[in-house]
């Protein structure tokens, strides 16, 4: 089965045939697969009435487990926003009702951010769909292929995820 990604290729090396084009087999692949999980994402998330940054907070909040809060330097570490684009996002979802401030019991200067019964209903639900739809996406590979694919996926994404921005 040929793809735009196999059409792209053979164009660049019929016009340019001194230049090693495999990279763009894979790396192609990746940014297309990319956007079409962004507007799959993005109507899971419009179905919810969730931004894809509200989901990112919220569902952060919810993997910290009970009592599903962390303080705002926490949220920026997951999210990779810088300080003043998380303290506009809480604002947000604080107006909305899915988060809450608290005071830091360790920091009189701090505050943590709190999921709100709301904001995990919210997440849970947007998630569940989430991955329905992602599964759905998925569904040509066999478990075994999906593995694999993770795997190396994994081979090309760790040295950006630990180094520090």
């Not at 084009?21 to 999980?37: D, G, K, M, N, Y």
């Not at 952060?60 to 570490?77: F, K, V």
């Not at 329905?132 to 593995?147: F, P, V």
Request: proline fraction near 5%; avoid cysteine; charged fraction near 30%.
């Amino acid at each position: 089965m040929e793809d735009e990604v196999d059409r792209l290729v053979a164009a660049w090396r019929r016009e340019r045939p001194d230049l090693d084009v495999e990279p763009l087999e894979v790396l192609s692949r990746v940014s297309r697969l990319a956007r079409h999980l962004d507007r799959a994402r993005r109507l899971v998330f419009s179905e919810h009435h969730l931004e894809p940054w509200e989901f990112d907070v919220l569902t952060a909040l919810r993997r910290a487990g009970d009592p599903y809060q962390l303080s705002p330097g926490q949220l920026l570490t997951q999210t990779l926003v810088t300080s003043g684009t998380m303290t506009n996002r809480i604002d947000r979802l604080a107006k909305r009702g899915l988060v809450e401030r608290l005071p830091d019991p360790n920091d009189r200067r701090g505050v943590l951010v709190r999921l709100t019964t709301s904001g995990q209903h919210h997440a849970d639900e947007a998630l569940a769909d989430l991955l329905t739809q992602e599964r759905a996406l998925l569904g040509d590979l066999t478990t075994a292929q999906r593995r694999d694919l993770a795997a190396l996926l994994r081979v090309l994404t760790a040295p950006f995820d630990n180094t520090p921005v």
